[in-house]
């Protein structure tokens, strides 16, 4: 298995762009997680996804952000219009729902906003 | 609110100085506990679940305790491949797939 696909790996950007990051899942897991990591702020859950529908959003820092998953393997998370404070890597994570069980991370995409 | 602690922050170990990280955490009702390794520029990867209180993992030179206030991972000789970011996520019982991750302990073993 190819494990979790991110896109791009790298992005920069000037602030007030419209940024999107992709993420395909481990096929057959049917849970999909969206994270930010900063060093201040570590590792920090955004939203999840069960079955396609988001389950917890709270994570989601402002408007500013929004997140679909229009099918099981795919998922895509957007910045608009996009701060430098959003500077990080996300990650996206897989897993079989019925959890908690681990989660398969993605190699990330670190994003910078200038 | 859970909250999860890891300590220390960094640590700094020559090769075959075994020594403990430790994740304290405050979760009603817990369940288990997830131990991760991440390696810079990489996404996190997972070690160990530990489920019960007493129940210990091991692998390779890695092995990790868990209590109902904290969980401890120790490192036996360790190796300059050992190297990374360990985090660590507890879980509660019944609760739902959101994890709170500590902030890590960055281990540095020097040859």
């Known amino acids: 298995d190819a494990g979790v696909i991110q896109s791009p790996r790298h992005e920069v950007t000037e602030m007030g762009q419209e940024v999107t990051l992709r993420c395909k899942p481990i096929?057959?897991?049917?849970?999909l997680f969206w994270y930010r990591q900063t060093m201040m702020r570590g590792l920090e859950l955004l939203i999840y996804f069960n079955n396609n529908v988001p389950i917890d959003d709270s994570g989601m820092p402002e408007d500013r952000f929004s997140a679909k998953m229009p099918n099981a393997s795919f998922s895509t998370l957007k910045i608009q219009p996009s701060e430098p404070r959003d500077s990080a890597v996300y990650f996206c994570a897989s897993s079989f729902v019925g959890g908690p069980s681990e989660q398969y991370f993605g190699p990330g995409t670190r994003l910078t906003v200038t | 609110e859970d909250q999860v602690t890891q300590s220390p922050e960094a640590l700094r170990l020559q090769e075959g100085e075994s020594s403990s990280l430790n994740c304290s955490y405050t979760v009603s009702g817990l369940r288990g506990l997830f131990w991760y390794r991440q390696d810079p520029g990489k996404g996190p990867e997972f070690l160990f679940t530990l489920y019960s209180a007493g129940e210990e993992k091991e692998k390779e030179r890695l092995k990790a305790t868990l209590t109902k206030k904290e969980s401890f991972l120790h490192i036996t000789a360790p190796k300059p491949e050992d190297s990374a970011t360990y985090l660590c996520?507890?879980?509660?019982?019944?609760?739902?797939?959101?994890?709170?991750f500590g902030k890590g302990t960055k281990l540095t073993v020097n040859p």
């Open positions: 996520a507890p879980f509660a019982q019944g609760g739902s797939e959101k994890l709170v």
């Open positions: 096929s057959g897991h049917n849970s």
